[in-house]
């Protein structure tokens, strides 16, 4: 069956930089729209990131935009999330998603994917 597996979370001082990984089997990330969500305790699960099958859309929630960067290669069927600049409140569960092939990365802010890796812990100290 389709397997996400996040990788790169960690502990990071405020300010610091982290780079997160998502790699795929048994599904073609060149196909699907990819996204980074995120899960902080108490709260729901929020829309990050998302980037279009080819790389030409890319969305990002408004908390994030400036810092955090997503993109794609598609040859190694993993997508990445560069995050710079990181605040105590980034603090969460992140997770990849992808698919089906029909959900834009416009509608996958509001919509759920259908695929979901494991999560990566991210912890920001202040």
């Known amino acids: 069956q389709v397997q996400l597996v996040e990788s790169g979370g960690g502990l990071v001082q405020a300010g610091g930089s982290l780079r997160l990984s998502c790699s795929a089997s048994r599904l073609t990330f060149s196909d699907n729209t990819v996204g980074w969500f995120r899960q902080a305790p108490g709260k729901e699960r929020e829309f990050v990131a998302t980037?279009?099958?080819?790389?030409?859309?890319?969305y990002y929630a408004d908390s994030v935009k400036g810092r955090f960067t997503i993109s794609r290669d598609n040859a190694k069927n993993t997508v990445y999330l560069q995050m710079n600049s990181l605040k105590p409140e980034d603090t969460a569960v992140y997770y990849c998603?992808?698919?089906?092939?029909?959900?834009?990365?416009?509608?996958?802010?509001?919509?759920?994917?259908?695929?979901w890796g494991q999560g990566t812990q991210v912890t920001v100290s202040s």
């Open positions: 998603a992808a698919g089906p092939p029909s959900l834009t990365a416009q509608a996958m802010r509001v919509m759920p994917p259908r695929y």
């Open positions: 980037i279009s099958s080819g790389g030409s859309n890319i």
